[in-house]
Structures are given as structure tokens and as C-alpha cells.
């Protein structure tokens, strides 16, 4: 009985630990894995964000004349990049940090005020300073998914302040990719994404790579 009661008590305490794990959690410690595993090479491209950079799966092929290390983790926001900031920061010694985030920031919580997801890239942009207070950091613009028509007035309120802010940022640039993806008619190109209309097809990374390819640091 007392046995029983045991593997009870630690089968109740795994499970509200499991519960207890802030999220993303689980994504963090395979990095933390990995790393381990495959040693991250020193004075490569660190790239930053969410899905849009998870679903990246063949970026090196896009990038050949560049080392790149992929570290977006899907569904995350700004408020995760800074929650993970030392996670995400501290282990590698970048040339150069391309960060694509503050999409999802609006999705989970679409009362959130373009002020508020700016502050949150402003934030975050501080904590990369503390570690990198020199290197080339470049912003890639909040691309206007189809899937999230309702919340494209904040996406361009918010890309707006993220490129006043980092135009008077030495070693900053913000990468406008939303013209890009327009066609002739001045419309998003829906044929550039995948069926949900949110995370793109190879034709959508194609134009991301002519479009980021002049921003990205040589050694």
C-alpha cells in the first residue's frame, strides 16, 4: 500500500510539474540539447523568431555563403523572446542576429496595442545589446498573413515604429518584406502561402531571400 501511495504521490508531482513548465519550455531545453550535441560555430547568422523562421527548414540553401544558425522556435512572440532572452543569447557569439517576431503577440491577445508589442521588440533589442553591444541586428518586417486580415492595421502601426526605431540605431536595420509579397495589383499574393494562409510556401521564402540576402553580414 504504502508502495502504491508513493508512485502515486511522484506520478502527481510529474504531472503538475509538466503543468507548471512556462511555455515553450520544452522547445528551449532541445536547443539547450543541441547545443550541446553540435556545438554552435562561432561568428555565424543567429536567426530569431517564430514559425516563420521554424518552417525554415533549408534556410542554409537560400543563404550557401553564409553559416547560419536557426533558432525559431513556432508559435513564439516577443514576449517569449524576451522571456528566454539569456536562453537565446548567452550560448552563441553571432556576427549578425536576424529576428522575425510580433506576429503572434497580436494573435494570442488581439487587444494588445501596437505600443505594446513595439515595446516588448524595444525590450529585447536592449537584451541583445547587453550581451552583443556592437554587432549587426536586423529586423524583419510582420508579414501581412491572409489568415490574419483583421489584425493588419496593427502589423503596419507596428512595423512602422520598429523601423523608426531601428533607423536611429547604430548597427540596425529593419527589412521590409510585406512589399515584396504583394502582386501587381498591390495585393497580398495569396498563392505564396501554404493552405492555413499563415506560414508560407517555398515561393514566399524565395522572395524573403532576394530581399534579406543584401542585409546579411559577411565576415
Known amino acids: 500500500m ?10 502527481v508531482f510529474l504531472s503538475v510539474s ?6 515553450f519550455w520544452n522547445e528551449i531545453q532541445e536547443f539547450k540539447t543541441l547545443n550541446v550535441k553540435t556545438p554552435p560555430p562561432k561568428n555565424a547568422i543567429l536567426l530569431l523568431g517564430s514559425s516563420s523562421f521554424t518552417m525554415w527548414k533549408d534556410v542554409d540553401r537560400y543563404f550557401p555563403e553564409h553559416i547560419l544558425i536557426n533558432r525559431g522556435f513556432g508559435g513564439s512572440s ?3 523572446l524576451n522571456f528566454y532572452s539569456d536562453e537565446l543569447l548567452a550560448p ?3 556576427r549578425q542576429i536576424i529576428i522575425y517576431c510580433g506576429e503572434n503577440d497580436f494573435a494570442g491577445n488581439e487587444n494588445l496595442k501596437p505600443k505594446e508589442v513595439f515595446n516588448r521588440y524595444k525590450n529585447f533589442y536592449s537584451e541583445i545589446r547587453k550581451y552583443y553591444p556592437n554587432i549587426p541586428v536586423a529586423y524583419v518586417s510582420i508579414k501581412l498573413s491572409p489568415s490574419r486580415k483583421n489584425l493588419w492595421p496593427k502589423f503596419i502601426a507596428t512595423n512602422a515604429m520598429i523601423k523608426k ?3 536611429r540605431k547604430p548597427n540596425a536595420e529593419y527589412i521590409d518584406i510585406t ?3 504583394n502582386g501587381p495589383n498591390g495585393k497580398v499574393r495569396e498563392d505564396l502561402f501554404l493552405e492555413d494562409m499563415l506560414h508560407m510556401k517555398a515561393e514566399g521564402y524565395q522572395i524573403w531571400q532576394k530581399e534579406m540576402a543584401p542585409y546579411l553580414r559577411k565576415p
Open 92 to 94: 552563441y557569439a553571432p
Open 179 to 181: 512589399k515584396a509579397m
Open 2 to 11: 504504502k508502495k502504491l501511495f508513493s508512485i502515486f504521490l511522484i506520478t
Open 78 to 80: 516577443l514576449y517569449d
Open 165 to 167: 526605431f531601428m533607423d
Open 18 to 23: 509538466a503543468q507548471d513548465k512556462p511555455a
